[in-house]
Nanobody, 126 residues
Framework: QVQLVESGGGLVQAGGSLRLSCAAS????????MGWFRQAPGKEREFVAT???????YVADSVKGRFTISRDNAKNTVYLQMNSLNSEDTAVYYC????????????????????WGQGTQVTVSS
């Protein structure tokens, strides 16, 4: 298992930006697919973005063109750059990891990921 700790959440005005970070420890970070999910009050957890062990990325249509996922294996960290935020982006954002080497499949279901962080709150004020 890998341990994950998110940071970077907070309160931002609509149209603003935030960068979330997720620091990993415990196992070789480079062998994990990483994902970001979010959960708004009263809603199910939803997929936001993923980056594979080979650095391929895929983002949800709802955030395409506004959010970017990246990783720095030297720092054992994955990032979510969020621009042009709006009130619908308000949620708790979770980092997730899946051990995977060799595949090129984009995993987008929460059940695909075995390790999770504690979450970081993002609130967008209008």
């Amino acid at each position: 298992q890998v341990q994950l700790v998110e940071s970077g959440g907070g309160l931002v005005q609509a149209g603003g930006s935030l960068r979330l970070s997720c620091a990993a420890s415990g196992r070789p970070f480079r062998s994990y697919d990483m994902g970001w999910f979010r959960q708004a009050p009263g809603k199910e957890r939803e997929f936001v973005a993923t980056i594979t062990w080979s650095h391929s990325t895929y983002v949800a249509d709802s955030v395409k063109g506004r959010f970017t996922i990246s990783r720095d294996n030297a720092k054992n960290t994955v990032y979510l750059q969020m621009n042009s935020l709006n009130s619908e982006d308000t949620a708790v954002y979770y980092c997730a990891a899946r051990w995977d080497v060799g595949t090129t499949y984009y995993y987008t279901q929460a059940s695909d990921f075995g390790s999770w962080g504690q979450g970081t709150q993002v609130t967008v004020s209008s």
